[in-house]
Every structure is written in C-alpha cells, then in structure tokens.
C-alpha cells in the first residue's frame, strides 16, 4: 500500500459527460500528479501541483482540468469525455524534488 | 527518438531464471533512476532509485546505472511467478520532479 488513495475506482459514463476523480496523498507530501496511462500511449504526465498550486503541465486537454485543496487533496475533472478518454488515470504524490512518487492505484475511466 | 526508449517484450522466462531488464535514454541531464512494477490493473509500485551512475542492490533486485552509455538495468534473481507483470523505468533531471517513463516492459515467469 504506497499511501495514496483514489476514487473512484471505477467509473462508466457516456461521451459529452463530465466526471470527477479524487486523490489522497501519501501523509506529508505537498505534491500531486496526475498521469494517464492507456495501452497505446504509456503512461503520461497529465499535471502537477504543489501546496495548492500548478507547479507543472503536461499533455492535458483543455477539456481536463484539476486543483489542490488546502487539505492536499486534489481532484482532476474530465469534461466533455470522448471515447479516446478511455483510460487509467493515476494520481502519485511526492515530497521533495528529490524525492520519487508513490502512485495510487488508479482510476479506471471507461467512456461509452 | 523518444526520450526514453524500452522494449515492451514480453520477455517470458522460467521460474529461477536471472531476469535483466533495459533502457536506453537519450537525455544526458537525467540524474535520477527509478524503476517501478506494475502488476496488471493495479498502480505502479517504486521498485529502485537510484542517484548517478553505479549499482544497488535490494534483495533479489539489482539496479545498474551507465551514463557513459545512457543505459540502465534492472536485475532480478531467483525470479519467481509472482514477479510475472510489468516493469516500467523512469528518470528525471535534477531539480526537475517529473520523471519521465519508459513505455514499460512485460514480463512474465512461468512454473
């Protein structure tokens, strides 16, 4: 168990629809990523924020979009979902820059 | 060229085969080595890190790290079935917190 929860674990919705997902960080980490992995793409970095704040952006649609809670949860809301947002999305905190991350274990998003 | 470059397999071997598994990276700023495993379904889980250039070793597991030829690899000893998954490396620059991943590689041990 690294720590870090997500929920749901599992969510079916329909194209056009928005959903939100929901992440705990490990105790004490100040930064959480978002990342998306599916079969054809990997595992790709999504965005990050620290102590509340966007610290760093990857490849997110402009339809994606997330915040920090002052209690460090983060949340990640997908809208207008497409078929091709079919994926696990994985939510990992960290501390420090040299620390590494400690993934949860996921959400799996199908989108019908 | 990607920036990170691994051989998806999969890679099938017997049980208490010695497994070695690779990555090439072109990026000669990255610092910081990971290497995480992700049993299917589940969440990557870190494995190994390792700063610079050299080895460590953990257990069955043993992390080698070359920058002269910007490849690193993942030892397993003595693997087992329940080593069976996917095996993803990872590394970043200094003073950078996002890691960048290789595709991963597939693994599986067999009785």
């Known amino acids: 168990d690294s720590g870090v929860t997500q929920t749901p674990k599992h969510l079916i919705t329909a194209t056009g629809q928005r959903v939100t997902l929901r992440c705990s960080p490990r105790s004490g980490d100040l930064s959480v990523y978002w990342y998306q992995q599916s079969l054809d793409q990997g595992l790709q970095f999504l965005i990050q924020?620290?102590?509340?704040?966007?610290?760093a952006k990857g490849n997110i649609l402009e339809r994606f979009s997330a915040q920090q809670f002052p209690d460090l949860h983060s949340e990640l809301n997908l809208s207008s979902l497409e078929l091709g947002d079919s994926a696990l999305y994985f939510c990992?905190?960290?501390?420090?820059?040299?620390?590494?991350?400690?993934f949860g274990p996921g959400t799996r998003l199908l989108v019908l | 060229q990607k920036e990170v470059e691994q051989d998806p397999g999969p890679l099938s071997v017997p049980e208490g085969a010695i497994v070695s598994l690779n990555c090439t990276y072109s990026?000669?700023?990255?610092?910081?080595f990971m290497w995480y495993r992700q049993y299917s379904r589940k969440g990557p889980e870190l494995l190994m890190y390792?700063?610079?250039?050299g080895n460590k070793e953990d257990g069955r597991f043993t992390a080698q790290v070359d920058k002269s030829s910007k490849y690193i690899s993942l030892f397993i000893r003595d693997s087992q079935p329940s080593d069976s998954a996917t095996y993803l490396c990872a590394m970043k620059r200094g003073g950078s917190y996002i890691p960048t991943f290789g595709r991963g590689t597939s693994l599986i041990v067999h009785p």
């Open positions: 990992a905190s960290s501390g420090g820059q040299q620390e590494t991350q400690y």
């Open positions: 990026n000669s700023a990255f610092q910081y």
């Open positions: 390792t700063y610079s250039s």
């Open positions: 924020y620290y102590n509340g704040e966007e610290r």
